[in-house]
């Protein structure tokens, strides 16, 4: 008989039961993740048959449009964790303010941050989205209480929906990899620890927007797209307009995700991705995983927020081609290596 296959929730226990301390709050909060990372598959998968596609006839707080199946996934994260005492307050991408839950002020040690459903404009079409989340413990109380830098999590993942349903999340020791078995609709273990490599040969960027980059971005680009075979280049083009999508493939593949800032006094001079929801959860994961994050001038993790909905610019994924993109955009000679 082949071995048992490792659950997600076998595979929590087991990791609580080696670290020294644990009360087994954060067990039962990821646990949950897995249940609404479930919850909002199954939304998503009969989205077309229950009239939930399309704009929800809103705007959320950075003014994009918000479709149903936002509405939906956040509504299932914030009802995910109003009960059982493990959190205090969430926040989230499509909503203004945190949700702070009334019957927690005395218990309740942890607070979760998400973009409930990442990739928005893939949702009409059938294309890759994601969840992803962040946890921290509470400290003091009030939306300041979140405005710290990504080191302070605790926990950090994504869901990914595509052709299967992810599950990627990391405590600090190791990002793993799950994977939704829909005959018994569990999350079983397919790649523990994983480890990414140092160099990829895919890029993801909106290239539309290259009018509006600073040189520097331009030229990083364009870096990619030359034809040198010593260096590993030309780099293939890769992007999906999910970040959960494709700072996954790059998790398995190698590769550099940027979404970089508008040059100066361009419309978006911070970029688009949002620190507490998008930028430090997946900074904390592909860290992880032996990869980096950086805003071009800055560690991800280093960023501390002044506000809940803060941007910066993203490069995430190989090391090597993150360090790259560093060196491009300090103006430092870039100076790349043979691929080796
Ligand atoms: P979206 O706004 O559609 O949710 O997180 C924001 C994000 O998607 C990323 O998933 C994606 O990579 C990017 O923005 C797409 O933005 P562009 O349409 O500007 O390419």
Same mark, same amino acid.
């Given at each position: 008989?082949?071995?048992?296959?490792?659950?997600?929730?076998?595979?929590?226990?087991?990791?609580?039961?080696?670290?020294?301390?644990?009360?087994?709050?954060?067990?039962?909060?990821?646990?949950?993740?897995?249940?609404?990372?479930?919850?909002?598959?199954?939304?998503?998968?009969?989205?077309?048959?229950?009239?939930?596609?399309?704009?929800?006839?809103?705007?959320?707080?950075?003014?994009?449009?918000?479709?149903?199946?936002?509405?939906?996934?956040?509504?299932?994260?914030?009802?995910?964790?109003?009960?059982?005492?493990?959190?205090?307050?969430?926040?989230?991408?499509?909503?203004?303010?945190?949700? &702070?839950?009334?019957?927690?002020?005395? @218990? $309740?040690? /942890?607070?979760?941050?998400? %973009?409930?459903?990442? !990739?928005? #404009?893939?949702?009409?079409?059938?294309?890759?989205?994601?969840?992803?989340?962040?946890?921290?413990?509470?400290?003091?109380?009030?939306?300041?209480?979140?405005?710290?830098?990504?080191?302070?999590?605790?926990?950090?993942?994504?869901?990914?929906?595509?052709?299967?349903?992810?599950?990627?999340?990391?405590?600090?020791?190791?990002?793993?990899?799950?994977?939704?078995?829909?005959?018994?609709?569990?999350?079983?273990?397919?790649?523990?620890?994983?480890?990414?490599?140092?160099?990829?040969?895919?890029?993801?960027?909106?290239?539309?927007?290259?009018?509006?980059?600073?040189?520097?971005?331009?030229?990083?680009?364009?870096?990619?797209?030359?034809?040198?075979?010593?260096?590993?280049?030309?780099?293939?083009?890769?992007?999906?307009?999910?970040?959960?999508?494709? &700072?996954?493939?790059?998790?398995?593949? @190698? $590769?550099? /995700?940027?979404?970089?800032? %508008?040059?100066?006094? !361009?419309? #978006?001079?911070?970029?688009?991705?949002?620190?507490?929801?998008?930028?430090?959860?997946?900074?904390?994961?592909?860290?992880?995983?032996?990869?980096?994050?950086?805003?071009?001038?800055?560690?991800?993790?280093?960023?501390?927020?002044?506000?809940?909905?803060?941007?910066?610019?993203?490069?995430?994924?190989?090391?090597?081609?993150?360090?790259?993109?560093?060196?491009?955009?300090?103006?430092?000679?870039?100076?790349?290596?043979?691929?080796?």
């Amino acid at each position: 008989m082949s071995p048992a296959p490792i659950t997600l929730d076998r595979f929590i226990l087991e990791a609580q039961q080696v670290s020294p301390g644990a009360t087994g709050e954060l067990s039962l909060l990821l646990m949950r993740l897995g249940v609404a990372g479930k919850r909002i598959a199954s939304a998503l998968s009969r989205a077309g048959l229950t009239g939930t596609l399309g704009a929800a006839g809103a705007q959320n707080v950075q003014g994009e449009e918000q479709k149903k199946l936002d509405v939906v996934a956040n509504e299932i994260l914030v009802e995910t964790f109003d009960y059982g005492s493990l959190v205090t307050v969430v926040a989230s991408e499509e909503m203004e303010e945190p949700v &702070v839950y009334a019957q927690k002020e005395t @218990g $309740g040690g /942890y607070a979760v941050l998400f %973009d409930p459903l990442d !990739g928005s #404009s893939n949702i009409d079409c059938n294309g890759t989205l994601g969840t992803i989340f962040s946890i921290r413990r509470r400290k003091d109380g009030g939306s300041a209480d979140l405005l710290r830098s990504g080191h302070e999590q605790v926990a950090a993942g994504y869901v990914l929906f595509g052709p299967a349903v992810l599950l990627v999340y990391t405590t600090g020791s190791g990002a793993h990899l799950f994977t939704l078995d829909p005959a018994i609709g569990e999350f079983l273990l397919t790649r523990d620890s994983l480890s990414m490599p140092e160099r990829g040969r895919g890029y993801a960027v909106n290239e539309g927007r290259a009018h509006a980059w600073a040189p520097e971005v331009r030229a990083f680009v364009d870096y990619l797209k030359q034809d040198d075979k010593a260096s590993g280049r030309p780099y293939s083009t890769r992007y999906s307009a999910s970040l959960v999508g494709d &700072v996954h493939r790059f998790l398995l593949e @190698g $590769g550099i /995700y940027l979404y970089p800032p %508008d040059a100066p006094g !361009g419309k #978006s001079p911070s970029g688009k991705l949002r620190v507490l929801y998008e930028c430090h959860p997946l900074a904390f994961v592909v860290e992880q995983a032996g990869g980096r994050a950086s805003t071009g001038t800055q560690r991800v993790l280093d960023v501390v927020p002044d506000s809940l909905h803060a941007r910066i610019p993203l490069a995430i994924g190989s090391r090597e081609e993150v360090e790259l993109f560093d060196r491009f955009s300090s103006g430092r000679d870039p100076k790349p290596g043979p691929r080796t």
